[in-house]
């Protein structure tokens, strides 16, 4: 597995692996002591990144990856986050008071079974807690020795810019994929200007893009996605035109539909790490498999053409979900 650098110190893997559905958020929760041999396995295939937080479970996944990694601690960097209040086991708004971030971080690292997380990232933007205030709070964390790098998710460019004055940020996340390139114009120069390293979260659409999703496939009530706009039976009907055409682009590769999603984000900057998500061994190697795979000048151009020209239907949260994300 090639490196990329996200800010200008941390060097991870090419492609990182989401650690969420292991346990959280996508319906049925695998067997525990696989998601954990699935992570070890991850590490052997050149896997160094990987994405968590105390949300997820919420804590519960902290602990998974904690037991996961505990052997292999030297050869991964953990992400974890903060940032949302929760109650009885469920996120009830947003709360980064700098005396809550200390507490979370207390508890991640305890559940991590570290003594350093490698990156910290608030979780969403808290509009009652100046920036300034959070980014004061980790750089304590990383003059203590408990934090290593700052990160921040679905901050605005106005809200990246504050906190960096601060404390350098080392990497952004937010979602990006061939379904939503909005960070493109939002994001992407104000990054490339300030040296942060970019994690899309979501990068083959919530699964979406494999090509394995129509109209007819059932989700349980545990999986998030049932919420979700895009994920109406008759949006996702409507959606199929794009995936068809990307099916029939990666066949003529000799690739899948999400190795080319994949290999189409390593491909946009040297600075962009996805995290893909997965609970099937199968797919943690289809995933990996996009890091070889080369797309030129013109695959690149007919890419963009296509996701220019054919409409994706739904938005990608429901209103209040979408009333979390920094719009500064």
């Known amino acids: 597995m090639t490196k990329r650098k996200l800010g200008a110190h941390l060097e991870v893997s090419a492609l990182g692996l989401g650690c969420m559905p292991t346990n959280y ?25 990987f994405d968590t937080a105390e949300s997820y479970g919420p804590f519960i996944n902290e602990e998974l990856v904690g037991e996961a ?58 509009p009652e807690v100046p920036i300034e205030d959070v980014a004061g709070a980790v750089k304590d964390l990383i003059h203590e020795g408990k934090v290593r790098h700052f990160g921040l998710s679905e901050a605005s460019v106005t809200t990246i810019r504050r906190a960096h004055a601060v404390q350098p940020v080392t990497a952004l996340q937010s979602e990006y994929s061939l ?52 994920f109406t039976p008759e949006n996702r009907k409507a959606n199929l035109t794009f995936v068809e055409w990307l099916k029939g682009f990666a066949a003529r590769r000799r690739a899948t539909p999400a190795q080319v999603a994949l290999a189409w984000i390593l491909a946009q900057r040297p600075w ?23 797309l030129s000048a013109e695959d690149l151009r007919e890419i963009d053409e296509a996701t220019n020209t054919i409409t994706l239907h739904g938005a990608r949260y429901p209103e209040h979900l979408e009333r979390m994300v920094d719009r500064q």
């Open 25 to 49: 958020g996508y319906g049925i929760p695998g067997d525990r002591q696989e998601m954990i041999g699935l992570l070890r396995t991850a590490v052997d295939l050149g896997v160094t990144f």
């Open 69 to 126: 990694f505990a052997p292999v601690r030297d050869r991964v960097i953990l992400a974890t986050k903060f940032g949302f209040k929760l109650e009885a086991g469920k996120i009830v708004g947003v709360d980064s008071r700098p005396a809550h971030i200390r507490e979370v971080a207390e508890g991640s690292l305890r559940r991590l079974r570290i003594e350093t997380i490698d990156l910290f990232y608030q979780h969403r933007v808290d």
């Open 179 to 230: 379904w939503w390139r909005q960070p493109e114009s939002d994001l992407f120069p104000a990054l490339q200007e300030l040296g942060i390293g970019f994690v899309p979260f979501s990068p083959l659409g919530r699964g979406f893009l494999t090509g394995t999703i129509d109209e007819n496939t059932p989700f349980v009530a545990s999986d998030f996605r049932i919420g979700l706009p895009r």
């Open 272 to 294: 962009i790490v996805p995290i893909p998500a997965t609970t099937k061994l199968h797919r943690l190697q289809e995933n990996l498999g996009a890091a070889t795979l080369q």
